[in-house]
């Protein structure tokens, strides 16, 4: 979702500290109804337990082309149940079976009972379609600065021009946004954290991205503390991306409950971050994946993810107000088309970008 560097390697020291604790880590006991909930990370018996009882899970990052970016997708005024409806049955069609979607603090901030409301309504349409949803608390990518209300318009041929961080800069301007952070948090997972459509939190997307860095640490912590407080049914989750931010991804790798990443380079570095990935003895999803001038394509990389039975969530589903049919740093200021998309699946009316991938997501999802 950026154009730094993305994960394909974690250090072995690393590893070998996290397998190490993971090892001494107290087991729970079986119940009549599972494994017992304690309020703390996972164990590794209670991960793959989880994991079990899950069919492979592939799908997107789902944004419906009407909406811009997160507050256009969820508030009020422009949340349109007909485009979610109609773009996850054509997911459906093809044999997709999970959404990534992001959420905002905006959202619920200004309207906290309707956003829930309308929460709710998106995970009965995506339901209706045989549809999990993993939902994303917090983001570190591109625009810093947001407001509720009318959103921008997209700017012709540049990636995701309108899309925003949650929180952004205000983090680190305002002196009373921890609370608000905390209260947002806590009332979407105490809403919805017995509910069997939501398979997984991700609770804060590319943590250091955007220059912060270390900066994001706080926040990092904050949300798993949060997490853990409420101690929803579904696992928790950051997934790590960039190799160079050990600290973060240190925190992150000993905290996910299931253990996430983004990959966008081609099949012997992708299989590399997994090697050394798999070293941690959990369920593994990668939550980004899939961008054509990379050569991360649906052809070589979703085979070695369902081969190994790894989560497979690409970038994009229909081409709209997101523009992520752009590469992140090759604009088009005069909205023509690119040449080669850099991600999504279907066209806005439906049709495949490429039939020859649709026809190999639909040969990966026979059942």
Not at 42 to 70: C, D, H, M, V, Y
Not at 81 to 102: F, H, Q, S
Not at 142 to 149: E, H, L, R
Not at 215 to 239: C, D, H, Y
Request: aromatic residues 12%; glycine residues 6%.
């Amino acid at each position: 979702m950026r154009n730094n560097l993305l994960i394909t390697f974690i250090t072995g020291c690393l590893i070998f500290s996290c397998v190490s604790k993971n090892k001494k880590a107290p087991e729970p006991k079986e119940t009549q109804t599972g494994l017992v909930t304690k309020n703390e990370r996972w164990s590794e018996e209670k991960a793959n337990f989880w994991e079990e009882k899950l069919p492979w899970l592939r799908g997107s990052n789902f944004n419906p082309s009407t909406a811009i970016n997160q507050l256009e997708f969820w508030q009020k005024e422009t949340f349109d149940p007909e485009t979610i409806d109609k773009e996850l049955g054509w997911a459906e069609n093809i044999g997709l079976n999970c959404m990534r979607v992001y959420l905002h603090h905006v959202a619920w901030q200004f309207d906290k009972e309707g956003f829930k409301e309308r929460i709710n309504h998106y995970l009965s349409i995506a339901d209706k379609h045989n549809i999990a949803t993993i939902f994303v608390f917090f983001d570190d990518c591109w625009n810093p600065t947001y407001s509720a209300g009318k959103q921008p318009d997209p700017k012709p041929g540049v990636h995701n021009s309108g899309w925003i961080r949650d929180p952004g800069d205000l983090l680190f301007t305002s002196e009373n946004l921890l609370p608000t952070l905390e209260a947002y948090t806590k009332d979407i997972l105490s809403t919805f954290k017995d509910d069997k459509r939501i398979i997984l939190w991700d609770l804060y997307n590319e943590p250091g991205n955007s220059g912060y860095g270390n900066k994001s640490m706080n926040l990092l912590k904050k949300v798993f503390e949060w997490g853990r407080e409420i101690n929803p049914t579904q696992p928790l989750t950051a997934g790590v991306w960039n190799f160079d931010l050990k600290d973060l991804n240190k925190f992150q790798i000993e905290n996910s409950d299931i253990i996430t990443y983004h990959n966008y380079n081609d099949e012997i570095h992708h299989q590399s971050a997994i090697d050394t990935l798999k070293k941690l003895n959990r369920p593994l999803i990668c939550t980004e994946y899939m961008a054509r001038r990379n050569n991360s394509l649906f052809g070589n990389i979703m085979p070695i993810l369902k081969k190994q039975h790894i989560g497979a969530i690409n970038w994009g589903l229909v081409a709209g107000k997101s523009n992520t049919k752009y590469a992140w740093d090759e604009p088009i200021p005069d909205g023509s088309e690119p040449k080669l998309w850099f991600h999504e699946i279907f066209r806005k009316d439906g049709t495949p970008y490429k039939q020859e991938e649709v026809d190999i997501i639909k040969e990966l999802t026979k059942e």
